[in-house]
């Protein structure tokens, strides 16, 4: 199961709930990016996350990482990773720092 659902990422493209057209795609790059994520996180801790309230983040940014993939396939020739993607890894990088490579003092 992912963090995000379907319906996240269609916010993030602003897309409308109830038109299904892009659900199918939505889906198949929402598990890609889910994989990806519980990949980076597999080095420093058990995936998929159980706490909520990190499942929470976790969700908002797959949802943004997705919409990015789904905008970068509709651009023709574009070399350049979305800035929806850029977003979403550096926010993922602060959350690991934060959360699983803080110094601890004795």
Do not use: C
């Not at 992912?2 to 598990?31: C, F, M, N, R």
Request: charged fraction near 35%; avoid cysteine.
């Amino acid at each position: 199961m992912t963090y995000a659902s379907i319906s996240d990422v269609k916010w993030w493209l602003k897309h409308p709930q109830e038109d299904t057209s892009l659900d199918e795609e939505i889906g198949e790059a929402l598990q890609t990016i889910d994989n990806e994520i519980n990949q980076i996180l597999s080095e420093y801790t058990e995936t998929p996350v159980a706490d909520e309230g990190l499942r929470e983040i976790l969700g908002d940014i797959e949802a943004q990482w997705t919409a990015g993939v789904l905008r970068q396939r509709r651009i023709p020739g574009g070399d350049e990773e979305d800035i929806y993607i850029q977003v979403a890894r550096r926010r993922l990088e602060r959350l690991i720092d934060r959360r699983f490579k803080s110094i601890e003092l004795a």
